[in-house]
């Protein structure tokens, strides 16, 4: 495991389809702000809105990104969701796999971003 993590994070959030993450994940990697989405269906919620206790089958997308990128990711997450309030969460990790640390920094950063060469193996 890598100890140089610091700036690693992974953004949740909660979409009513599959087409929802899908068009966010799309959205996110094209524009560099995470490196890869995660895109788990089959998720039930049970949550408290507005004072009811409600349930949904939802799914859930997980995005791979920087500290730096987070804000940016917010935007545009709340930008593409259809729901009123969603439900964003952001984790920090407290470490990864070898080389997992070096390809999420090289696939987020917009337009400057240098990506891994198709050669890049990380270290075993």
């Keep these: 495991m890598s ?3 610091d700036d690693l994070r992974i953004v949740s959030v909660t979409c009513p389809d599959e087409a929802t993450a899908l ?3 799309r959205l996110a990697v094209e524009r560099r702000l995470a490196a890869c989405a995660n895109i788990v269906p089959g998720v039930r919620s049970v949550y408290r809105w507005m004072g009811e206790i409600s349930e949904d089958n939802e799914v859930l997308l ?3 990104t920087r ?3 987070v804000e940016s990711l917010f935007t545009a997450i709340v930008a593409n969701h259809p729901f009123q ?3 964003i969460e952001v984790v920090a990790l407290s470490g990864a796999g070898r080389g997992v640390a070096a390809w999420v ?3 987020t950063g917009g ?3 240098t990506a891994l060469p198709k ?3 990380p270290v075993e």
Excluded: H, M
Aim: no cysteine; charged share 30%; net charge negative.
């Design 3 to 5: 100890n140089s993590v």
């Design 67 to 69: 500290e730096d990128f």
């Design 62 to 64: 997980s995005l791979k």
């Design 111 to 113: 337009e400057g971003s």
């Design 23 to 25: 068009a966010i994940a």
């Design 105 to 107: 920094r090289a696939e």
């Design 85 to 87: 309030q969603p439900a």
């Design 119 to 121: 050669t890049f193996r």
